[in-house]
């Protein structure tokens, strides 16, 4: 019935994930990194007793640590350490919606999750990639509407129900959804995450635009003419195509309101 929110939806739009604290990933690697420099200055005082606290500064060059031979035990923590700061992951901030960043890895699950409903090979190539960060540029704006209208999020029945139904119409069982799970690098909470968010949205766009939308008489006998239908039928199909477009009017002027930073020039 919504031409633009149905094409939303089986292009998966996704619920936003929280943001990695970067600053606290900065703070523990340069822990690490002087740790490793504490576990270094150790192991030359006790490698060279004699040398007093403040070693660099009162003795000769026999004891600077590009002088001192390190002990296997000694390179060994130094290196532990070392390996341990740099096995960190920082997910990388790929665009900025107000304040909301969008980082790579929304942008890889947007796209699996995509594949998965749509039975289509997971594919995170740059077009891909350029779409996915598109729709979740649209569900970050639509999030934050949502928040400030105080719309009415999907019910755990209705999420139940939407999930049953695509794993019997889409994958023939629950075992083949499980199966599929595993192909795509997929959780259940994932999906259910996913669908949850689109029966909301759903929501959304009907108690937004669907009050202002009238059909008149005339109308219907018009498109009646072209497509002969029951007359329920082609009221909802109209009011359908005019939520439609109000929908979209709406999404194509938040957008250009909106602060968007892409940090990564192929998502434009």
Not at 93 to 100: E, K, L, M, S, W
Not at 134 to 162: K, M
Not at 165 to 191: H, N, P
Not at 194 to 223: C, G, M
Request: proline residues 5%; glycine residues 4%.
């Amino acid at each position: 019935m919504l031409g633009t929110a149905a094409l939303i939806l089986s292009n998966s739009i996704l619920m936003p994930s929280t943001n990695i604290p970067i600053l606290m990933l900065r703070t523990t690697i340069l822990m690490l990194r002087q740790l490793a420099l504490w576990g270094r200055q150790s192991c030359l005082r006790a490698r060279f007793p004699a040398c007093p606290a403040g070693w660099k500064g009162g003795c000769s060059q026999d004891w600077l640590p590009h002088k001192a031979p390190l002990s296997p035990l000694c390179i060994c923590v130094y290196f532990l350490l070392l390996s341990s700061a740099s096995a960190v992951i920082i997910d990388r901030i790929a665009v900025i919606v107000n304040t909301h960043a969008i980082k790579d890895t929304d942008i890889q699950r947007d796209i699996r999750l995509t594949d998965f409903l749509n039975g289509d090979p997971f594919s995170p190539s740059e077009p891909e990639r350029k779409k996915a960060a598109q729709r979740l540029i649209d569900q970050q704006i639509i999030h934050r509407e949502v928040e400030l209208g105080n719309y009415s999020q999907a019910t755990p029945t209705e999420l139940n129900n939407f999930l049953s139904s695509i794993q019997k119409q889409r994958f023939g069982g629950a075992v083949a959804y499980g199966e599929a799970l595993s192909t795509y690098k997929l959780t259940d909470e994932e999906v259910r995450t996913q669908l949850n968010w689109q029966i909301t949205v759903l929501h959304f766009i009907e108690q937004r635009f669907r009050p202002a939308v009238i059909v008149s008489d005339e109308e219907i006998a018009k498109y009646a003419k072209t497509h002969p239908q029951p007359r329920d039928q082609i009221q909802e199909t109209l009011i359908g195509m005019r939520v439609n477009d109000a929908f979209e009017s709406w999404i194509n002027n938040a957008r250009k309101r909106a602060q968007i930073e892409y940090r990564e020039a192929g998502l434009q």
